[in-house]
């Protein structure tokens, strides 16, 4: 109270209606200036090769064309095959999706026990599945490759499948970990009690609880494996790419006049599922981020 | 009749830390056992392992004459109400009180049945299909005793069933339990931190403390011959005078000495007492003194006290008194006539009273 008493133009209408402005303004800016890129993607993607030579960066499409969209999603040359982006771009469907589920499915199962049914030793299995959060992409290319060779996975889409999950399980069970630490351990007692068992209780009980958490869990895991480009050129091969991939090739195979329209619609298209997903769900993300204890 | 619960030798470790000492208590069916004690004193933990949720270091636990030590809760014909109620959240109240049934494969009728059966019983009809969330404290509360009757179990566990409901709330579902106890003759073991809920409940109490069991009697045993300071310190309210005082054999009884402040010691003869030591500790209710001439007995001795505070109770009044260097309470008729600062001839009941060791704790008489 006293502070505030100190400081007189926070405490009068016109200071604090100022300092409004001032925030609004700044913030203003600040999306203005991170829109910029996609204004420029979005107008530069409905010109024609002809009016990008011509015309300014920044300017509006003065005839809106969608040619461009269609040979990035089904014309434009990777290498030798010229079949677009469509091919891949359902490789890392049939890629993420399970990925995703699977990951998620592990790491929710993990968080269970490790929340909820302590065992000896769950504290630093715990700490090491944590550890793996943080080790470098690079450092388990060739360990993974050789893994990948041995299982006979090498250069598959379920190859891929493989190491994302391996990679995302860190991740969801501290998530999932650190939400079912705040569910009371008496719910377990109850349901125990009740005669259920380790499955049925998680079955039953924990899932049904989950889905503030598991939202957050799949945006964080789809972003993660859709954008991914260092694992899908590692590990796949001619007619496994993930999208990342091909756009990368679409962008730098062209040869002779660099088609700017294309890359940039083929980069929306990439772009498009994650983009889709936080829109959708985002408002789930922030409240399952902050939600935490149950009542009840 | 075979005790329907019945423990022995149990010790319970966390680690090195031992955290409950040879545990034996056995109880008849029909029984309301209590166990109470200060928080952390392992009558939550006797609980868990009656339970069957938290194995046991060594020593037996049998229910119904069957030996339960290593079985597992399900299978033990328990059932429990948590403190938290521990309501499964997204379940409704119907499917809460089901849950253990549909588990354990019983068909749909026989479900429906006894859950409007209890609910009926707890008057919780109307909130079937709610959410745990949307129920009041002592709703959530009945609902949690539902999950346990529609069990039908041998024996019913409550790990301080009402300490989050508030003090109204809580006598009216303490009044609840109690007559449910009475209509179903069920047995149950009940643990709470509060002695009244101790004393009004129980046919049979255990008072812990740090892991032992300090006594095992009915209210009335308890309350009247505490067997050691702790006991007589931890039942009652407000608390046991314990009065620290110089015993003299003399003839045929004893002669306690109380020593005060500013006056001359009290002295009170006690005919019953024998082979006290010299120095003991006088423990006496509230109610065990009396305003002079409100208490009549052979046991009943007379003495002028400085009344220090009264504090009018409404039913009662209690005054203080300063006797041996500690403060003693006494309860008086609510007309007392007792002002502070003046002299009040006071009744001490010796036909109650306990005597203590010192350095023990340990009851003397």
Redesign the interface.
């Known amino acids: 109270m006293t502070d505030l008493a100190l400081s007189p133009p926070l405490s009068r209408p016109w200071g604090r209606l100022a300092l409004r402005w001032l925030l609004f303004t700044l913030l203003g800016v600040f999306a203005l200036f991170y829109l910029m890129p996609l204004f420029v993607m979005v107008t530069t993607s409905l010109k024609s090769l002809e009016e990008i030579r011509t015309g300014s960066l920044i300017a509006f499409p003065r005839e809106v064309t969608f040619e461009a969209w269609k040979t990035a999603w089904s014309g434009a040359c990777t290498g030798i095959q010229c079949e677009g982006l469509r091919p891949y771009f359902w490789n890392s469907v049939v890629l993420a999706i399970p990925a995703v589920l699977i990951s998620t499915f592990v790491g929710a199962m993990n968080g269970y026990v490790i929340a909820q049914w302590r065992f000896r030793g769950a504290n630093l299995i715990f700490s090491l599945l944590l550890f793996g959060c943080f080790i470098p992409f690079q450092v388990v290319l060739l360990p993974m490759a050789r893994m990948l060779g041995i299982l006979g996975l090498a250069g598959s889409i379920p190859g891929l499948i493989f190491v994302h999950v391996i990679y995302g399980i860190g991740f969801t069970t501290l998530f999932f970990r650190n939400y079912y630490v705040t569910i009371?351990s008496?719910?377990v007692?109850?349901?125990?009690?009740?005669?259920?068992g380790f499955f049925?209780i998680f079955w039953?009980?924990f899932l049904?609880?989950s889905l503030p958490i598991v939202v957050v869990t799949v945006i964080w895991q789809f972003t993660q494996i859709w954008n991914d480009f260092l694992f899908g050129v590692s590990f796949s091969q001619a007619g496994t790419q993930p999208v990342t991939v091909a756009l990368n090739n679409i962008v730098n195979s062209t040869t002779g006049v660099k088609e700017y329209n294309v890359d940039m619609a083929a980069a929306i298209i990439a772009a498009l599922p994650t983009l889709i997903v936080y829109v959708v769900a985002g408002k789930y993300f922030i409240r399952g981020l902050t939600a935490g204890s149950?009542?009840? | 009749m075979s005790p329907i619960l019945d423990i022995s030798n149990l010790y319970k470790n966390y680690g090195s830390t031992e955290i409950l000492k040879d545990i034996n208590v056995s109880i008849e069916p029909g029984d309301f056992l209590v166990l109470v004690g200060p928080s952390g004193c392992g009558k939550s933990t006797l609980l868990n392992c009656i339970a069957g949720l938290e194995p046991i270091t060594s020593g037996r636990i049998e229910i119904g004459g069957r030996d339960m030590t290593h079985v597992s809760p399900k299978d033990r014909d328990i059932a429990m109400v948590f403190q938290s109620y521990a309501l499964y959240p997204t379940m409704s109240v119907a499917k809460n009180i089901t849950f253990g049934m549909k588990v354990r494969g019983v068909d749909a009728a026989t479900q429906e049945a006894k859950l409007n059966e209890v609910a009926r019983q707890l008057q919780i009809e109307p909130l079937l299909n709610r959410r745990p969330g949307q129920l009041s404290g002592g709703q959530r509360q009945r609902v949690a005793m539902g999950r346990a009757l529609v069990r039908d179990p041998k024996l019913f566990l409550f790990d301080e069933p009402l300490s989050n409901l508030d003090a109204k709330l809580r006598v009216e579902m303490r009044m609840e339990i109690k007559k449910l106890h009475h209509n179903l003759g069920a047995t149950m073991v009940y643990v709470t931190h509060d002695q009244i809920e101790a004393m009004t409940l129980a046919t049979k109490i255990v008072v812990m403390k740090g892991g032992v069991v300090q006594q095992i009697g009915s209210p009335s045993e308890i309350y009247n011959t505490p067997a050691n300071l702790f006991v007589a310190d931890f039942m009652g309210s407000p608390a046991m005078n314990l009065i620290p005082a110089r015993a003299r054999s003399n003839g045929n009884g004893t002669e306690i000495e109380i020593a005060r402040d500013n006056d001359a010691p009290i002295v009170l003869r006690d005919v019953h007492a024998r082979n006290l030591p010299e120095d003991v500790i006088l423990g006496l209710r509230p109610e065990d003194i009396a305003q002079a001439g409100f208490r009549a007995g052979e046991d009943v001795q007379q003495a002028a006290c400085m009344i220090d505070m009264v504090e009018p109770a409404g039913a009662d009044t209690y005054v203080v008194s300063n006797l041996g260097g500690k403060q003693v309470t006494a309860r008086l008729h609510a007309e007392t006539a007792a002002r502070p600062g003046e002299m009040l001839d006071l009744a001490f009941d010796l036909g109650k009273v306990s005597y203590f060791a010192p350095d023990s704790g340990e009851r003397l008489n």
Do not use: F, Q, T
Request: glycine share 10%; hydrophobic share 40%; no cysteine.
């Open positions: 009371p008496e719910l007692k109850a349901a125990k009690v009740d005669g259920a049925r039953s009980i049904p609880l149950v009542k009840g």
